[in-house]
């Protein structure tokens, strides 16, 4: 059953799932898990059995899982949820774009979940395509309804509300920004920028700005006194008036 969120209209994601050495933390190991998640027909997807092989071919005991997904399958999230969950191994997610639908159940799997500040969280009921008579339609509405229950269990291990206000959440088909999930218990801190880092290059008109805008304003120049030489023309006219 397909948990394909309706914002998969915001865009494509570029296939990436692999595990590549940390360079920063030589006994740490990176995860990217970027597309969609489950079984796709147009391409490659982020699968549970590919994630199990990664686990255990990696020998480090810190893992950082890397998300962005627009989400997909529900239930092969849930096993990459559990997957990584049950791992021996300290895991720390991080949302380097947005987590949404079965993505946002993966990201709830690790020891820690760490966002930056213009990163999102996206959750919602799940849904589904089909078609056929009444009897079939009723069989997909109770499959559904057991599929959201499966979801809320997971979110409830995180979520700081009661249940119902996590169900107007989903309802709501529900973006998050970084500090919403934080306040709402799914993440666990803000990934703040690093100290020292450089300012951005002023443009010319930004430095001029700083230099200039905030001076005071030059006085009006005083008034040139006027030209007292005698003017012919003048000096002409005045000769005429008096001879008349």
Known sequence: MKNRTKAVKLGSIDFRLEAVQNTADQQATDIYLYGDVGDGWWGETIRADRVKELLQETANNTINIHIQS????????????????????????????????SASIIALAGDKLIMPKNTQFMIHNPWTYTWG????????????????????????????????????????????????????????????????????????????????????????????PKDERPNPLQNFINIFKEEN
């Open 70 to 101: 627009y989400g997909g399958d529900v239930f092969e999230g849930i096993t990459i949820y559990n997957l990584l969950r049950n791992s021996k191994k300290t895991i720390n997610v991080y949302v380097d774009g947005i987590a949404a639908s």
């Open 133 to 224: 008579n009444a009897n079939e339609m009723e069989k997909v509405v109770a499959q559904l309804r057991t599929c959201e229950n499966s979801i809320i269990a997971t979110y409830m291990e995180k979520f700081v509300g009661t249940e119902e206000e996590l169900r107007q959440l989903l309802d709501a088909e529900t973006f998050m920004t970084a500090e919403e999930a934080v306040a709402f218990g799914f993440a666990d801190e803000l990934l703040e920028e690093p100290e020292g880092k450089a300012e951005p290059a002023l443009s010319v008109s930004a430095r001029l700005m700083n230099k200039y805008g905030n001076e005071p304003k030059p006085q009006n120049r005083q008034e040139s």
